[in-house]
């Protein structure tokens, strides 16, 4: 049975990835926040190194935060947590179980990016930063891991009606919102999720250091 490593899988856009994958036959290990808190250093260390005899088929950086602040408003604290949680830890989970994705000769990454990772908006400095950073990441990565048979890429949800999303915004901003979208709605959750199920699977033997937007259009506009 091949085994994923699915971050910030308790809700929204991680939940359905991880429900997808144990459909699909994977055992899948998410861990809680106590387990690993991936806007602490520390914490993303010591998950490393009691894990480190784990193998991991599949890797799905998932969890994200998106504080929004202009420029001249950030404080150093949101710009470090961000920058830890959506950027450094990603890349230390791969620096750790990227050798034994090697030794296997085997490995499947998606790192979940944003629309914010392609265009961007005001308010989203820190934000886009991360997320234009995380396909840096992807790309050079695919082109490091491409003779282990390890694929990289980076899946870009748009705008996706997960339970924060509705918490955040009335039905009619969220209205408002499919107005600018080509496919006239939102996404779900599991929309996002198929994409990186697919190209995480087997069925995927050859696309690596893409990004991949699942945006209903917004970012072809
Ligand atoms: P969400 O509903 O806000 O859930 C975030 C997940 O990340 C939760 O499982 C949360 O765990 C976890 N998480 C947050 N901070 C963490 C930390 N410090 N340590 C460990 N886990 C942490 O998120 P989402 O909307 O599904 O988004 C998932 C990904 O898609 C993110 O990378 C986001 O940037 C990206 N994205 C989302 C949208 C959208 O419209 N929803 C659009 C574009 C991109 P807890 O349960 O412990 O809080």
């Known amino acids: 049975m091949k085994r994923a490593l699915v971050t910030g899988g308790s809700r929204g856009i991680g939940y359905a990835i991880a429900e997808q994958l144990k459909e699909a ?16 250093k520390s914490s993303v260390q010591n998950f490393a190194n009691a894990h480190s005899g784990d193998v991991f088929d599949v890797i799905v950086n998932n969890a994200g935060i998106n504080d929004i602040n202009d420029i001249d408003k950030i404080t ?9 949680t959506n950027l450094v830890s ?13 030794l296997q000769n085997y490995g499947r990454i998606v790192n979940i990016g944003s629309i914010w990772g392609i265009v961007s908006k005001r308010g989203r400095v820190v934000y886009s930063a991360t997320k234009h950073g995380i396909h840096g ?8 891991l491409a003779e282990y048979n390890i694929l ?8 996706t009606l997960t339970e924060l999303t509705k918490k955040n915004n009335t039905d009619e901003e969220i209205a408002k919102i499919s107005l600018n979208i080509p496919m006239g709605r939102m996404a779900e959750s599991e929309e ?8 995480v699977s087997d069925k995927n033997t050859y696309a690596t250091g893409q990004l991949i937007a ?8």
């Open 25 to 40: 036959g994977y055992e899948v290990f998410s861990p809680t926040r106590q387990e690993l808190d991936l806007s602490n």
């Open 76 to 84: 150093d604290d949101e710009i470090e947590r961000a920058m830890q």
């Open 90 to 102: 990603p890349m230390m989970l791969l620096r750790a179980f990227v050798p034994q994705m090697k």
């Open 137 to 144: 990441l992807t790309k050079t990565l695919a082109v490091e």
């Open 152 to 159: 990289v890429n980076t899946v870009c949800p748009g705008f």
């Open 192 to 199: 996002i999720a198929s994409m990186v199920c697919y190209l």
């Open 214 to 221: 699942v945006d209903g259009g917004f970012t072809s506009i």
